[in-house]
C-alpha cells in the first residue's frame, strides 16, 4: 500500500518574496572573501552627487514622468535612499518640498547643499527604511531609485512606501543587479561565477503577488565607455574585496570591459495614505 503524503505542501511554489530573498542569498559574498578584506565597503557620496549639467543631458526617464504627472503644483515629495537627490531634483519644478531619507550622513549633507541649486526646500532625515517611516509623515508622491537591492523584507519595505504616498509611489531599478557589470572581474580576480540577477522581474513579481497594482516600464539607456581613473578603480575594488595591490590588474580588467545598454524599470501603484496628511516633521532647509 502506497503512503498517502501532502504534496501540496511539499511542491508550493515558493512565493515571490521568497523568490527575492533567494536571489538575495544568493548574491551575498561569502565570507571567505569578506576576511581577505581589512574593511567592508560603503557607498561613496560624491559619487552620488547630483549633477544637473549631467541630468540635462539624459533622456527623459518614465521614473520621472510618471512622479510629476502625479505631483500637483506645490506638493511633497518623499525620497527614501536619497543619495545627493539626484532621483527627486528632477520633481522640483513642481515640489514644495522634498524631503530625503538615507542611512548615510554624508548623503544627506550632499542632497541639502544641492537644494539652492534645485530652486526647492528640502529636509533630510536620517535613518534606514522601513524603520524610518514613523520619522515622516504623508506626502503626494514617494519616489525610491536603487535603493531597495539589499532590502530582505522586502514586503515591509514596499507597504511603508505606499503608507507615506497620498497619490502614488515610484520605484525605479535596474533590470539586473546594481554590481553585476563586475560579475567578470569577480571571475578574473576570484574565480567565481556570479549569476546575475533578474531584480526588476523578481521586484514586479512581489508587487504583483501583493496585489499593488503595479504599472511597469522600461527604458533602456545607451551604451557609455566611463574613463577609468583611481576613483573608480578604488569603487571596484571595495566591492570586490581586495587590496590596493590589485589596482592595476583592476583597472586593466575595467578598461577590458566591453560598453553595456543599461535596462531600466519604472514601477508605480496608487498610494494608501488619507488625503490632507501634512508634510514631514521637521524644519525644511529653505532656499
Not at 560603503?42 to 559619487?47: N, Q, R, T, V, Y
Not at 586593466?252 to 488625503?275: M, S, T, V
Request: aromatic content about 4%; overall charge negative; charged content about 25%.
Amino acid at each position: 500500500m502506497t503512503a498517502i503524503t501532502d504534496t501540496a505542501t511539499d511542491t508550493a511554489p515558493p512565493r515571490p518574496g521568497d523568490r527575492w530573498r533567494e536571489g538575495l542569498r544568493a548574491a551575498a559574498v561569502p565570507e571567505a572573501v569578506r576576511g581577505r578584506s581589512e574593511r567592508t565597503f560603503s557607498l561613496e557620496p560624491d559619487m552620488f552627487r547630483w549633477r544637473p549639467d549631467q541630468d540635462a543631458k539624459q533622456p527623459p526617464r518614465p521614473s520621472r514622468l510618471r512622479a510629476l504627472e502625479a505631483l500637483p503644483e506645490g506638493g511633497t515629495v518623499l525620497d527614501v535612499g536619497v543619495g545627493g537627490g539626484a532621483s527627486s531634483f528632477g520633481l522640483a519644478s513642481r515640489a514644495g518640498l522634498i524631503i530625503g531619507v538615507d542611512r548615510l550622513e554624508g548623503m544627506l549633507e550632499s542632497f541639502e547643499a544641492s537644494a539652492p541649486t534645485a530652486g526647492v526646500a528640502v529636509r533630510a532625515v536620517l535613518g534606514t527604511w522601513p524603520e524610518a517611516v514613523d520619522d515622516v509623515d504623508d506626502v503626494d508622491v514617494v519616489v525610491c531609485h536603487h535603493a531597495l537591492y539589499g532590502a530582505e523584507e522586502i514586503e515591509d519595505f514596499l507597504v511603508a512606501l505606499t503608507s507615506r504616498a497620498r497619490h502614488r509611489v515610484v520605484v525605479e531599478v535596474s533590470s539586473r543587479g546594481p554590481t553585476d557589470a563586475l560579475n567578470p572581474l569577480w571571475k578574473a580576480i576570484h574565480g567565481e561565477q556570479r549569476q546575475d540577477r533578474v531584480v526588476a522581474d523578481e521586484l514586479e513579481a512581489v508587487l504583483a503577488a501583493m496585489g499593488l497594482g503595479a504599472t511597469r516600464e522600461d527604458i533602456v539607456l545607451p551604451p557609455t565607455v566611463r574613463e577609468v581613473t583611481p576613483q573608480l578603480v578604488a569603487f571596484a575594488r571595495r566591492r570586490l574585496f581586495v587590496g590596493e595591490e590589485r589596482d592595476e590588474e583592476i583597472a586593466q580588467l575595467l578598461r577590458d570591459l566591453p560598453p553595456r545598454e543599461h535596462r531600466i524599470a519604472a514601477l508605480w501603484w496608487p498610494g494608501a495614505a488619507q488625503a490632507g496628511g501634512g508634510p514631514g516633521r521637521g524644519d525644511a532647509v529653505p532656499v
